[in-house]
């Protein structure tokens, strides 16, 4: 199993380096979308107020983060999928497709964050707890994704389906996050974020378990 | 699911709710007045839409354990009948808050919570016309409803209870619970959940048997040609 997953992932980011197009795309994705949005509020440095801040931020990462992981089960063709099927099985697959869907948010993630400091200033206070609600939230945002993906791909209108099948799923991760990061920005003392951070996390837990119970029936369809 | 003693039951229990409900004495409360009468349907509606929800994704479960449609069938129908009282309980809840908190729509944390629950399904019913093959649509529609439920539980008991609600109950507004739910309204109040969640039911039932003749009347067809 782990050595499964191990061979799985080695696979995935050998995959992702030779077609070097889909990851600079959706690193280029970012950045545009970031400067969109500071051209479109009009801001000058720091002059946008820090709720606004955290909001963009987080829809900016919401949707990069929907259109890395979309692709996860369709650029693959169904012939190779199948050979997957017969050499892997189902739960190393998702569980190895959620942790470098993970690994691959986290990075837009930073991106994102560093484009943002640069260009729209850089409110946040407590860098520690920011980068640690990233990463939870990437973890929540990959679970979840990962599996509506894999659910889209078994039908047509791949694009809308996607949209429409994770964003109300995602809702509880993205707003406890949004929430965490605004504590971050604020300064506020870790006590006052810990219950908010633990309850993301348990969030995180409950989507990837139903992921991981779920996925066999998926895949074996 | 043919026997009539449970619906003649069920009308019995929805016109005594009806009646009782609107006629029937109530304690006066600051704000609250008269319009805590809602009780007795915005909140039975919401009771009734978690139990069927409920039934649906044991349903799909079920399918998902033994591949036999007539599982799909009930999961697909109670969720229908589940969506219709969330729109329901949706638009008497609006009508309330008109009169209490002033606005149609006033970003209480439940309000949005339900609001997205329903997004939910909307997106499963999606889902499910999008896809063609009939074992495909049961099997891949019972993945996302499970999907989705476990994720619609955080979102309408665990999130709402982190922030100040509007909702009687939360952050220091009078609650229906603490010391007014007394003996006259629970009288009606635990009638009316049984008579919703009953009627839901009803309709669920009859679209599922529906259901069935269709399937059985297009298989004659096929066979006939063949």
């Given at each position: 199993m782990f050595k499964q997953v191990h061979t799985l992932i080695l696979k995935e980011l050998t995959l992702e380096w030779r077609q070097k197009y889909a990851l600079n795309g959706i690193l280029l994705y970012v950045v545009s979308a970031v400067f969109i949005t500071y051209l479109s509020v009009?801001?000058?440095?720091?002059?946008?107020?820090v709720t606004t801040w955290n909001a963009l931020y987080w829809i900016i990462i919401l949707f990069s983060a929907v259109n890395a992981v979309a692709k996860s089960f369709v650029q693959e063709h169904q012939g190779r999928q199948l050979y997957y099927y017969m050499i892997a099985s189902p739960e190393a697959i998702i569980v190895s497709k959620i942790i470098y869907n993970s690994f691959l948010t986290l990075v837009l993630a930073l991106l994102g964050y560093l484009v943002f400091s640069i260009i729209l200033g850089n409110p946040v206070q407590d860098q520690g707890l920011f980068v640690l609600n990233l990463l939870l939230g990437a973890l929540g945002f990959s679970a979840c994704l990962t599996m509506v993906s894999g659910i889209a791909s078994?039908?047509?209108?791949?694009a809308t389906l996607m949209a429409i099948l994770s964003f109300p799923v995602i809702i509880p991760i993205l707003l406890m996050a949004i929430r965490v990061s605004k504590n971050a920005l604020d300064g506020l003392d870790w006590t006052v974020s810990v219950d908010k951070v633990l309850t993301l996390f348990a969030i995180n837990i409950i989507v990837a378990v139903t992921a991981y119970i779920l996925f066999p029936y998926l895949w074996r369809s | 699911m043919r026997t009539s003693w449970w619906k003649i039951l069920t009308i019995g229990l929805l016109l005594y709710t009806l009646i009782a409900g609107l006629l029937l004495d109530v304690p006066r409360l600051p704000i609250l007045n008269e319009t805590?009468?809602?009780?007795?349907?915005h909140v039975t509606m919401w009771f009734g839409m978690i139990i069927m929800l409920v039934v649906a994704v044991v349903n799909s479960i079920k399918y998902l354990r033994s591949n036999e449609l007539k599982h799909d069938d009930m999961a697909i129908e109670f969720t229908n009948a589940a969506i219709l009282f969330g729109v329901l309980g949706i638009v008497t809840g609006m009508l309330w808050a008109k009169f209490t908190?002033?606005?149609?729509?006033?970003?209480d944390p439940k309000q949005n919570a339900s609001a997205i629950g329903l997004l939910m399904y909307f997106a499963y019913l999606i889902l499910r016309n999008s896809l063609t093959d009939v074992h495909q649509r049961a099997r891949i529609g019972a993945v996302y409803n499970i999907f989705a439920f476990a994720a619609f539980i955080p979102l309408i008991f665990v999130l709402p209870r982190l922030t100040d609600s509007?909702?009687?109950?939360?952050?220091g507004n009078p609650g229906?619970?603490?010391?007014?739910?007394?003996s006259k309204l629970r009288m009606v109040f635990y009638p009316a959940i049984i008579g919703w969640t009953l009627i839901g039911t009803w309709l669920a039932t009859v679209r599922v048997r529906l259901k069935r003749v269709e399937r059985i009347v297009e298989d004659k067809m096929i066979n006939q040609v063949s």
């Amino acid at each position: 199993m782990f050595k499964q997953v191990h061979t799985l992932i080695l696979k995935e980011l050998t995959l992702e380096w030779r077609q070097k197009y889909a990851l600079n795309g959706i690193l280029l994705y970012v950045v545009s979308a970031v400067f969109i949005t500071y051209l479109s509020v009009g801001a000058k440095q720091g002059n946008i107020a820090v709720t606004t801040w955290n909001a963009l931020y987080w829809i900016i990462i919401l949707f990069s983060a929907v259109n890395a992981v979309a692709k996860s089960f369709v650029q693959e063709h169904q012939g190779r999928q199948l050979y997957y099927y017969m050499i892997a099985s189902p739960e190393a697959i998702i569980v190895s497709k959620i942790i470098y869907n993970s690994f691959l948010t986290l990075v837009l993630a930073l991106l994102g964050y560093l484009v943002f400091s640069i260009i729209l200033g850089n409110p946040v206070q407590d860098q520690g707890l920011f980068v640690l609600n990233l990463l939870l939230g990437a973890l929540g945002f990959s679970a979840c994704l990962t599996m509506v993906s894999g659910i889209a791909s078994k039908a047509s209108n791949n694009a809308t389906l996607m949209a429409i099948l994770s964003f109300p799923v995602i809702i509880p991760i993205l707003l406890m996050a949004i929430r965490v990061s605004k504590n971050a920005l604020d300064g506020l003392d870790w006590t006052v974020s810990v219950d908010k951070v633990l309850t993301l996390f348990a969030i995180n837990i409950i989507v990837a378990v139903t992921a991981y119970i779920l996925f066999p029936y998926l895949w074996r369809s | 699911m043919r026997t009539s003693w449970w619906k003649i039951l069920t009308i019995g229990l929805l016109l005594y709710t009806l009646i009782a409900g609107l006629l029937l004495d109530v304690p006066r409360l600051p704000i609250l007045n008269e319009t805590i009468r809602a009780l007795h349907f915005h909140v039975t509606m919401w009771f009734g839409m978690i139990i069927m929800l409920v039934v649906a994704v044991v349903n799909s479960i079920k399918y998902l354990r033994s591949n036999e449609l007539k599982h799909d069938d009930m999961a697909i129908e109670f969720t229908n009948a589940a969506i219709l009282f969330g729109v329901l309980g949706i638009v008497t809840g609006m009508l309330w808050a008109k009169f209490t908190w002033g606005d149609y729509w006033s970003g209480d944390p439940k309000q949005n919570a339900s609001a997205i629950g329903l997004l939910m399904y909307f997106a499963y019913l999606i889902l499910r016309n999008s896809l063609t093959d009939v074992h495909q649509r049961a099997r891949i529609g019972a993945v996302y409803n499970i999907f989705a439920f476990a994720a619609f539980i955080p979102l309408i008991f665990v999130l709402p209870r982190l922030t100040d609600s509007l909702h009687p109950g939360n952050g220091g507004n009078p609650g229906f619970n603490a010391y007014d739910l007394d003996s006259k309204l629970r009288m009606v109040f635990y009638p009316a959940i049984i008579g919703w969640t009953l009627i839901g039911t009803w309709l669920a039932t009859v679209r599922v048997r529906l259901k069935r003749v269709e399937r059985i009347v297009e298989d004659k067809m096929i066979n006939q040609v063949s």
